[in-house]
Protein backbone atom coordinates (compact mmCIF):
# COMPACT_ATOMS: atom_id res chain seq x y z
CA UNK A 1 0.00 0.00 0.00
CA UNK A 2 2.73 2.14 1.29
CA UNK A 3 4.53 1.47 -2.35
CA UNK A 4 1.57 2.50 -4.09
CA UNK A 5 0.70 5.58 -2.24
CA UNK A 6 4.36 6.71 -2.99
CA UNK A 7 3.95 6.06 -6.62
CA UNK A 8 0.65 8.22 -6.90
CA UNK A 9 2.80 10.87 -4.85
CA UNK A 10 5.57 10.70 -7.02
CA UNK A 11 3.40 10.83 -10.29
CA UNK A 12 1.67 14.05 -8.73
CA UNK A 13 4.86 15.88 -8.40
CA UNK A 14 5.36 15.31 -12.04
CA UNK A 15 1.87 16.66 -12.98
CA UNK A 16 2.13 19.35 -10.66
CA UNK A 17 5.64 20.37 -12.18
CA UNK A 18 4.42 19.66 -15.71
CA UNK A 19 1.48 22.36 -15.37
CA UNK A 20 4.03 25.31 -14.17
CA UNK A 21 5.56 24.63 -17.79
CA UNK A 22 3.07 22.99 -20.20
CA UNK A 23 0.76 25.36 -22.16
CA UNK A 24 -2.86 25.56 -21.44
CA UNK A 25 -5.78 26.47 -23.46
CA UNK A 26 -5.10 29.29 -26.01
CA UNK A 27 -4.20 32.46 -24.53
CA UNK A 28 -5.91 35.43 -25.17
CA UNK A 29 -4.10 38.94 -24.76
CA UNK A 30 -3.82 41.32 -22.05
CA UNK A 31 -3.51 37.80 -20.02
CA UNK A 32 -4.26 38.74 -15.74
CA UNK A 33 -3.53 35.92 -13.20
CA UNK A 34 -5.40 36.58 -10.01
CA UNK A 35 -2.21 35.85 -7.49
CA UNK A 36 0.03 39.03 -9.46
CA UNK A 37 -0.16 41.97 -7.62
CA UNK A 38 -0.04 45.22 -9.64
CA UNK A 39 1.80 46.80 -6.94
CA UNK A 40 4.14 43.76 -5.80
CA UNK A 41 4.96 42.86 -9.51
CA UNK A 42 5.13 45.71 -11.07
CA UNK A 43 8.25 45.59 -12.57
CA UNK A 44 7.12 42.09 -14.01
CA UNK A 45 3.83 42.77 -14.97
CA UNK A 46 4.35 43.07 -18.72
CA UNK A 47 6.76 39.97 -18.98
CA UNK A 48 4.47 37.99 -16.58
CA UNK A 49 1.49 38.85 -19.78
CA UNK A 50 3.67 38.58 -22.21
CA UNK A 51 5.18 35.05 -22.21
CA UNK A 52 1.81 33.97 -20.86
CA UNK A 53 0.36 35.06 -24.31
CA UNK A 54 2.86 33.43 -26.29
CA UNK A 55 3.08 30.34 -24.37
CA UNK A 56 6.13 29.87 -23.05
CA UNK A 57 5.17 30.13 -19.24
CA UNK A 58 1.53 29.75 -18.69
CA UNK A 59 0.02 29.68 -15.37
CA UNK A 60 -2.65 27.31 -13.44
CA UNK A 61 -5.66 26.05 -14.74
CA UNK A 62 -7.41 27.97 -11.50
CA UNK A 63 -5.95 31.57 -12.80
CA UNK A 64 -3.05 31.17 -11.01
CA UNK A 65 0.51 32.15 -11.84
CA UNK A 66 2.71 31.72 -8.72
CA UNK A 67 5.05 34.25 -9.26
CA UNK A 68 6.94 33.33 -6.39
CA UNK A 69 7.60 29.86 -7.20
CA UNK A 70 11.19 28.63 -7.88
CA UNK A 71 12.47 27.50 -11.55
CA UNK A 72 13.62 24.33 -11.76
CA UNK A 73 16.91 23.79 -14.61
CA UNK A 74 14.60 21.64 -16.91
CA UNK A 75 11.90 24.20 -16.53
CA UNK A 76 14.43 26.89 -17.65
CA UNK A 77 15.02 24.84 -20.28
CA UNK A 78 12.24 24.10 -21.63
CA UNK A 79 10.89 28.24 -21.69
CA UNK A 80 14.19 28.58 -23.73
CA UNK A 81 13.51 26.31 -26.42
CA UNK A 82 9.91 27.83 -26.58
CA UNK A 83 10.79 31.26 -27.02
CA UNK A 84 14.21 30.77 -29.24
CA UNK A 85 12.60 27.88 -31.09
CA UNK A 86 15.50 27.17 -33.80
CA UNK A 87 17.96 27.46 -31.08
CA UNK A 88 19.29 23.59 -31.05
CA UNK A 89 23.16 23.04 -31.08
CA UNK A 90 23.12 19.44 -29.69
CA UNK A 91 20.48 18.68 -32.18
CA UNK A 92 22.83 19.82 -34.88
CA UNK A 93 25.94 19.16 -32.86
CA UNK A 94 28.49 16.41 -34.31
CA UNK A 95 31.58 14.80 -33.20
CA UNK A 96 32.63 15.38 -30.15
CA UNK A 97 30.59 18.31 -30.03
CA UNK A 98 27.49 16.35 -29.19
CA UNK A 99 26.33 14.86 -26.30
CA UNK A 100 24.24 11.57 -26.41
CA UNK A 101 22.56 10.86 -23.15
CA UNK A 102 22.78 12.49 -19.53
CA UNK A 103 22.30 9.65 -17.05
CA UNK A 104 19.67 11.35 -14.95
CA UNK A 105 17.69 12.34 -17.92
CA UNK A 106 15.92 8.99 -19.73
CA UNK A 107 13.89 9.50 -22.85
CA UNK A 108 11.05 9.60 -20.63
CA UNK A 109 11.67 12.70 -18.75
CA UNK A 110 9.08 15.03 -19.25
CA UNK A 111 11.54 17.24 -20.91
CA UNK A 112 14.18 14.69 -22.41
CA UNK A 113 13.53 16.65 -25.73
CA UNK A 114 14.27 20.30 -24.90
CA UNK A 115 17.37 19.21 -22.55
CA UNK A 116 18.83 16.84 -25.35
CA UNK A 117 18.37 19.40 -28.03
CA UNK A 118 19.92 21.97 -26.56
CA UNK A 119 22.97 21.57 -24.38
CA UNK A 120 26.40 20.08 -26.59
CA UNK A 121 29.68 20.35 -25.14
CA UNK A 122 30.44 24.24 -26.22
CA UNK A 123 28.09 25.06 -22.74
CA UNK A 124 31.20 25.65 -20.01
CA UNK A 125 29.91 26.10 -16.66
CA UNK A 126 27.09 25.24 -14.66
CA UNK A 127 25.34 22.74 -16.69
CA UNK A 128 26.73 19.20 -16.33
CA UNK A 129 28.34 17.66 -13.73
CA UNK A 130 29.45 13.73 -12.57
CA UNK A 131 27.34 11.17 -10.75
CA UNK A 132 29.19 8.58 -8.63
CA UNK A 133 29.87 6.11 -11.19
CA UNK A 134 31.78 8.83 -13.57
CA UNK A 135 28.48 9.30 -15.87
CA UNK A 136 27.50 12.81 -17.18
CA UNK A 137 24.77 14.46 -15.25
CA UNK A 138 22.03 17.04 -16.08
CA UNK A 139 20.22 17.93 -12.17
CA UNK A 140 17.17 18.56 -13.73
CA UNK A 141 15.53 19.33 -10.57
CA UNK A 142 18.00 21.75 -9.34
CA UNK A 143 16.33 24.64 -8.19
CA UNK A 144 18.72 27.63 -9.85
CA UNK A 145 19.57 30.15 -7.95
CA UNK A 146 20.93 33.48 -9.22
CA UNK A 147 24.23 32.82 -9.63
CA UNK A 148 23.93 29.45 -11.03
CA UNK A 149 21.87 30.98 -13.93
CA UNK A 150 24.08 33.64 -14.66
CA UNK A 151 26.94 31.42 -14.88
CA UNK A 152 24.99 29.36 -16.91
CA UNK A 153 24.18 32.38 -19.29
CA UNK A 154 27.25 32.33 -19.60
CA UNK A 155 27.57 29.63 -22.34
CA UNK A 156 24.06 30.46 -24.12
CA UNK A 157 24.00 32.20 -27.35
CA UNK A 158 27.03 31.37 -28.42
CA UNK A 159 28.79 33.30 -25.44
CA UNK A 160 27.18 36.66 -27.48
CA UNK A 161 25.39 37.24 -23.77
CA UNK A 162 29.07 38.36 -23.07
CA UNK A 163 30.04 41.87 -24.03
CA UNK A 164 33.38 41.87 -25.73
CA UNK A 165 33.64 45.41 -25.38
CA UNK A 166 34.10 45.89 -21.78
CA UNK A 167 37.72 45.54 -20.76
CA UNK A 168 39.02 42.89 -17.96
CA UNK A 169 40.34 45.98 -15.85
CA UNK A 170 36.24 47.03 -16.56
CA UNK A 171 35.67 43.96 -15.19
CA UNK A 172 37.05 43.57 -12.27
CA UNK A 173 35.69 46.94 -11.03
CA UNK A 174 32.33 46.23 -11.64
CA UNK A 175 32.45 42.89 -9.88
CA UNK A 176 34.79 44.15 -6.99
CA UNK A 177 31.11 46.32 -6.61
CA UNK A 178 28.99 43.68 -5.89
CA UNK A 179 28.53 43.57 -1.66
CA UNK A 180 27.61 39.54 -2.03
CA UNK A 181 29.52 38.21 -4.97
CA UNK A 182 33.49 37.74 -3.46
CA UNK A 183 35.98 38.61 -5.59
CA UNK A 184 40.13 39.04 -4.62
CA UNK A 185 42.53 40.37 -6.33
CA UNK A 186 46.12 39.20 -5.76
CA UNK A 187 49.55 41.35 -6.79
CA UNK A 188 51.42 37.66 -5.86
CA UNK A 189 50.64 35.01 -8.76
CA UNK A 190 51.75 32.02 -6.60
CA UNK A 191 49.45 33.66 -4.06
CA UNK A 192 46.56 33.47 -6.83
CA UNK A 193 47.73 30.09 -7.54
CA UNK A 194 47.21 28.85 -3.92
CA UNK A 195 43.98 30.72 -3.82
CA UNK A 196 42.84 28.69 -7.03
CA UNK A 197 43.62 25.19 -5.84
CA UNK A 198 42.58 25.99 -2.32
CA UNK A 199 38.79 26.03 -2.68
CA UNK A 200 38.39 22.42 -5.03
CA UNK A 201 37.22 25.00 -7.89
CA UNK A 202 39.66 22.98 -10.42
CA UNK A 203 37.85 19.50 -9.41
CA UNK A 204 34.31 20.64 -8.82
CA UNK A 205 33.40 23.87 -10.77
CA UNK A 206 30.90 22.75 -13.19
CA UNK A 207 29.02 19.90 -10.68
CA UNK A 208 29.24 22.71 -7.76
CA UNK A 209 27.93 25.65 -9.52
CA UNK A 210 25.08 23.64 -9.98
CA UNK A 211 24.76 21.64 -6.47
CA UNK A 212 26.52 23.90 -3.94
CA UNK A 213 24.88 26.59 -1.72
CA UNK A 214 28.58 28.32 -1.67
CA UNK A 215 30.00 31.29 -3.99
CA UNK A 216 33.36 30.78 -5.86
CA UNK A 217 34.98 34.16 -5.64
CA UNK A 218 36.27 35.52 -8.76
CA UNK A 219 40.17 36.02 -8.83
CA UNK A 220 42.04 38.75 -10.57
CA UNK A 221 45.82 39.69 -10.59
CA UNK A 222 46.60 43.22 -10.02
CA UNK A 223 46.89 46.09 -7.29
CA UNK A 224 43.10 46.65 -6.82
CA UNK A 225 39.91 47.59 -8.17
CA UNK A 226 41.11 50.35 -10.55
CA UNK A 227 44.31 48.48 -11.47
CA UNK A 228 43.35 44.50 -12.14
CA UNK A 229 43.32 41.98 -15.17
CA UNK A 230 41.75 38.37 -15.81
CA UNK A 231 44.09 35.70 -14.12
CA UNK A 232 44.87 32.00 -15.48
CA UNK A 233 41.80 30.22 -13.59
CA UNK A 234 39.06 30.02 -16.76
CA UNK A 235 36.36 30.45 -14.17
CA UNK A 236 37.19 33.48 -12.28
CA UNK A 237 37.42 34.97 -15.84
CA UNK A 238 33.57 33.43 -17.09
CA UNK A 239 31.96 34.21 -14.34
CA UNK A 240 33.21 37.87 -13.52
CA UNK A 241 32.69 38.33 -17.36
CA UNK A 242 29.43 37.16 -17.31
CA UNK A 243 28.32 39.02 -13.95
CA UNK A 244 29.48 42.10 -15.46
CA UNK A 245 28.07 41.79 -18.98
CA UNK A 246 24.53 41.13 -17.05
CA UNK A 247 24.89 44.11 -15.00
CA UNK A 248 25.76 46.17 -18.04
CA UNK A 249 22.92 45.38 -20.52
CA UNK A 250 20.64 45.24 -17.23
CA UNK A 251 19.94 41.56 -18.04
CA UNK A 252 20.22 40.69 -14.24
CA UNK A 253 21.80 42.96 -12.16
CA UNK A 254 22.23 43.96 -8.26
CA UNK A 255 20.23 46.60 -6.62
CA UNK A 256 21.27 49.94 -6.04
CA UNK A 257 23.29 48.83 -2.92
CA UNK A 258 24.84 46.82 -5.19
CA UNK A 259 23.70 43.36 -3.77
CA UNK A 260 22.75 40.65 -6.39
CA UNK A 261 21.79 38.15 -4.65
CA UNK A 262 23.79 35.19 -5.80
CA UNK A 263 21.61 32.36 -3.83
CA UNK A 264 18.26 33.74 -3.67
CA UNK A 265 16.18 31.25 -6.05
CA UNK A 266 15.29 32.31 -9.25
CA UNK A 267 11.31 32.85 -9.15
CA UNK A 268 8.72 32.06 -12.11
CA UNK A 269 8.56 35.95 -12.15
CA UNK A 270 12.34 36.62 -12.39
CA UNK A 271 12.61 33.77 -15.02
CA UNK A 272 9.93 35.12 -17.57
CA UNK A 273 11.45 38.75 -16.93
CA UNK A 274 15.17 37.72 -17.96
CA UNK A 275 14.05 35.63 -20.98
CA UNK A 276 12.13 38.85 -21.82
CA UNK A 277 15.27 41.03 -21.61
CA UNK A 278 17.28 38.65 -22.94
CA UNK A 279 15.05 38.38 -26.29
CA UNK A 280 15.38 42.14 -26.11
CA UNK A 281 18.82 42.08 -25.71
CA UNK A 282 18.88 39.66 -29.20
CA UNK A 283 16.75 41.34 -31.14
CA UNK A 284 18.24 44.94 -30.85
CA UNK A 285 22.13 43.61 -31.37
CA UNK A 286 20.65 42.47 -34.40
CA UNK A 287 21.27 38.46 -33.47
CA UNK A 288 17.76 36.75 -32.99
CA UNK A 289 17.34 36.01 -36.53
CA UNK A 290 19.76 33.71 -35.36
CA UNK A 291 17.70 31.97 -32.77
CA UNK A 292 13.88 32.53 -33.16
CA UNK A 293 11.21 33.11 -35.38
CA UNK A 294 8.74 34.34 -32.76
CA UNK A 295 7.67 37.64 -32.92
CA UNK A 296 7.03 39.41 -29.33
CA UNK A 297 4.27 42.08 -29.88
CA UNK A 298 5.76 44.25 -27.11
CA UNK A 299 5.75 48.25 -26.74
CA UNK A 300 8.90 47.92 -23.63
CA UNK A 301 9.85 45.65 -20.70
CA UNK A 302 13.17 47.66 -21.90
CA UNK A 303 16.43 45.35 -20.71
CA UNK A 304 17.05 47.67 -17.73
CA UNK A 305 16.61 47.62 -13.90
CA UNK A 306 17.05 44.19 -12.39
CA UNK A 307 15.04 41.09 -12.52
CA UNK A 308 13.25 41.20 -8.89
CA UNK A 309 12.11 44.30 -8.49
CA UNK A 310 15.46 46.30 -8.06
CA UNK A 311 17.17 48.60 -10.17
CA UNK A 312 19.91 48.86 -12.40
CA UNK A 313 22.47 51.09 -12.99
CA UNK A 314 23.02 53.00 -16.11
CA UNK A 315 25.80 54.04 -18.40
CA UNK A 316 24.67 57.68 -18.62
CA UNK A 317 23.25 60.38 -16.84
CA UNK A 318 19.84 62.49 -17.20
CA UNK A 319 20.38 66.30 -17.03
CA UNK A 320 16.65 67.25 -16.26
CA UNK A 321 15.83 66.61 -19.57
CA UNK A 322 12.35 67.62 -20.72
CA UNK A 323 9.79 66.19 -22.82
CA UNK A 324 10.82 64.77 -26.04
CA UNK A 325 13.55 62.83 -24.29
CA UNK A 326 11.46 60.88 -22.47
CA UNK A 327 8.36 58.84 -22.82
CA UNK A 328 5.25 60.33 -22.21
CA UNK A 329 3.31 57.10 -21.11
CA UNK A 330 6.38 56.06 -18.90
CA UNK A 331 8.00 56.54 -15.69
CA UNK A 332 11.44 57.63 -17.22
CA UNK A 333 13.49 57.76 -19.93
CA UNK A 334 14.11 53.92 -20.87
CA UNK A 335 10.70 52.49 -19.15
CA UNK A 336 8.08 52.37 -21.72
CA UNK A 337 10.72 52.83 -25.00
CA UNK A 338 10.52 50.11 -27.60
CA UNK A 339 14.39 50.88 -27.84
CA UNK A 340 16.64 50.34 -25.58
CA UNK A 341 18.01 53.38 -24.19
CA UNK A 342 21.03 53.66 -22.18
CA UNK A 343 22.23 57.19 -23.11
CA UNK A 344 20.69 60.30 -21.99
CA UNK A 345 21.01 63.89 -23.68
CA UNK A 346 22.07 67.05 -22.20
CA UNK A 347 19.32 69.31 -23.46
CA UNK A 348 19.47 73.05 -24.83
CA UNK A 349 16.86 75.70 -25.89
CA UNK A 350 14.03 76.79 -24.26
CA UNK A 351 11.44 73.72 -24.70
CA UNK A 352 14.34 71.44 -24.80
CA UNK A 353 14.45 70.56 -28.31
CA UNK A 354 18.01 69.82 -28.84
CA UNK A 355 20.65 67.47 -26.87
CA UNK A 356 23.58 66.10 -27.28
CA UNK A 357 25.38 62.97 -26.30
CA UNK A 358 29.60 63.12 -26.07
CA UNK A 359 30.75 59.51 -25.63
CA UNK A 360 33.60 57.76 -26.48
CA UNK A 361 32.39 54.20 -28.21
CA UNK A 362 35.33 52.06 -28.38
CA UNK A 363 35.52 52.43 -24.12
CA UNK A 364 32.18 53.33 -23.42
CA UNK A 365 29.94 50.77 -25.62
CA UNK A 366 28.20 52.58 -28.87
CA UNK A 367 25.47 55.11 -27.73
CA UNK A 368 21.90 53.62 -27.85
CA UNK A 369 18.89 56.59 -27.12
CA UNK A 370 15.58 57.50 -28.40
CA UNK A 371 13.53 60.73 -29.13
CA UNK A 372 9.82 60.93 -28.86
CA UNK A 373 9.01 63.61 -30.98
CA UNK A 374 5.55 64.08 -29.93
CA UNK A 375 4.33 68.12 -31.43
CA UNK A 376 7.24 68.32 -33.92
CA UNK A 377 7.24 67.24 -37.23
CA UNK A 378 11.19 66.92 -38.26
CA UNK A 379 13.98 65.16 -36.51
CA UNK A 380 17.37 66.94 -37.28
CA UNK A 381 20.44 63.97 -36.60
CA UNK A 382 24.31 64.62 -36.70
CA UNK A 383 27.09 62.45 -36.07
CA UNK A 384 30.28 63.67 -35.76
CA UNK A 385 34.10 61.82 -34.79
CA UNK A 386 36.54 63.60 -33.49
CA UNK A 387 38.81 61.60 -34.63
CA UNK A 388 38.48 61.97 -38.28
CA UNK A 389 40.28 58.52 -39.06
CA UNK A 390 36.99 56.99 -37.06
CA UNK A 391 33.58 55.97 -39.01
CA UNK A 392 30.66 55.51 -37.27
CA UNK A 393 27.35 54.74 -38.98
CA UNK A 394 24.19 54.73 -37.11
CA UNK A 395 20.66 52.64 -37.18
CA UNK A 396 17.89 54.99 -36.84
CA UNK A 397 14.59 53.60 -35.89
CA UNK A 398 11.47 55.06 -36.73
CA UNK A 399 8.73 53.18 -34.89
CA UNK A 400 10.13 49.67 -34.94
CA UNK A 401 11.47 50.48 -38.60
CA UNK A 402 15.49 49.89 -39.06
CA UNK A 403 17.56 51.88 -41.65
CA UNK A 404 21.53 52.15 -41.56
CA UNK A 405 22.59 55.32 -42.17
CA UNK A 406 26.42 55.23 -43.09
CA UNK A 407 27.94 58.54 -41.36
CA UNK A 408 28.85 60.60 -44.65
CA UNK A 409 24.78 60.73 -44.86
CA UNK A 410 25.09 63.05 -41.99
CA UNK A 411 23.81 65.81 -40.73
CA UNK A 412 19.99 64.91 -41.94
CA UNK A 413 16.81 65.60 -41.62
CA UNK A 414 13.61 63.43 -41.38
CA UNK A 415 9.92 63.61 -40.99
CA UNK A 416 8.75 62.30 -37.46
CA UNK A 417 4.78 63.66 -38.09
CA UNK A 418 2.84 60.80 -36.54
CA UNK A 419 5.95 59.09 -35.31
CA UNK A 420 5.48 57.93 -31.19
CA UNK A 421 9.35 57.02 -30.92
CA UNK A 422 12.41 57.18 -32.82
CA UNK A 423 15.58 54.90 -31.95
CA UNK A 424 19.46 55.49 -32.40
CA UNK A 425 21.81 53.05 -32.45
CA UNK A 426 25.63 53.82 -33.36
CA UNK A 427 27.70 50.79 -34.69
CA UNK A 428 31.90 51.14 -35.24
CA UNK A 429 33.00 50.37 -38.35
CA UNK A 430 36.51 49.34 -37.74
CA UNK A 431 36.02 47.25 -34.65
CA UNK A 432 40.43 46.92 -34.67
CA UNK A 433 40.28 46.65 -30.83
CA UNK A 434 44.39 48.22 -30.75
CA UNK A 435 42.66 51.39 -32.42
CA UNK A 436 42.19 54.08 -29.72
CA UNK A 437 39.36 56.46 -31.14
CA UNK A 438 38.27 59.24 -29.55
CA UNK A 439 34.51 60.95 -28.45
CA UNK A 440 32.07 60.57 -31.13
CA UNK A 441 29.09 63.55 -30.45
CA UNK A 442 25.49 62.96 -31.56
CA UNK A 443 23.44 65.61 -32.03
CA UNK A 444 19.25 66.31 -32.15
CA UNK A 445 17.13 68.71 -33.02
CA UNK A 446 13.06 68.62 -33.34
CA UNK A 447 11.57 71.58 -34.96
CA UNK A 448 8.25 72.36 -36.12
CA UNK A 449 9.39 73.57 -39.36
CA UNK A 450 11.27 71.27 -42.28
CA UNK A 451 14.71 73.38 -41.51
CA UNK A 452 16.18 72.63 -45.13
CA UNK A 453 12.90 73.93 -46.43
CA UNK A 454 14.93 76.92 -47.85
CA UNK A 455 17.69 75.80 -48.21
Not at 33 to 44: E, I, K, L
Not at 262 to 269: F, I, Q, S, W, Y
Request: proline share 4%; with cysteine; aromatic share 10%.
Amino acid sequence: MRKIQGKISKWCTLLLTAALILPGPSATAAVTFSDVNPQQNSWALSSISLMAENQILTGYPDGTFLPNETVTKAEWTVMVYRLFDTYRPNLYASGTNKIEQFSDVPPEHWAYKQISDIYDNSFQWGIYGLSQYGQLTFRPDTQLNRLQLANMLYSFFDTRMIDRRITPNDVCSIVSKFKDVPSKIFKNQDEYDKAVQADGRLDSANTQISTSNGVFPSLFMGTGAGDCQFGSDGFSNAQASVLASLQSSGIMTANNEWYFRPLDKVTRAEAVTILNRIYNYLKKSYWLVDYSTIDLKQTGTGIGGAAGGGTGSGTGSNSGVSDPWNDPKGSGPSSQTATNVRDFFKTQGNNGESGTITKNIRKAGEIETAVFPSGYSYLTIDLVSQDKTEFVDMYVISDGKSTLVKQESFPMTVSVNGVREVGLRTVLRDTNPLKKGGNVILSVRLSKENPTANK
